[in-house]
């Protein structure tokens, strides 16, 4: 039996509530779209789009006026496939400063909004 021994690493309670703070956005809020209207969203979907490196992304079902996670679906499968196992890209609203942004909830990727309005949700 092989027994593998890691090294023992000691945060400080400091350091740990520093890497807290960097892992949510301290002083970001969650938000909602301040207008769910055509306009805000597309300028919703061109940002979102160019973070993922597509022209076009289709969000998933999600009330634009109270949600603050936004589901992007993944590209419809190609002429030869019958399926696709792909997810939906979760991304959280976050409003700091006046500024909406979205956070990719499976990378921690920051995506700046520009010409998206938000409002802080609650």
Known sequence: MIKLLAPRVRLSP?????????????????????????????ALTDALGHALGRARVEL??????????????PPPPGPYETRSLAEPVIFDLEIEGGTCRAVRRDTGEVVPLPGVRCRAAG
């Open 14 to 42: 400091l350091a740990l509530l520093a890497a807290a703070a960097c892992a949510t956005g301290a002083g970001a809020a969650p938000a909602r779209l301040a207008d769910p209207g055509a306009e805000n969203v597309r």
């Open 60 to 73: 998933g079902a999600a009330d634009l006026a109270t949600a603050t996670a936004i589901p992007v679906l």
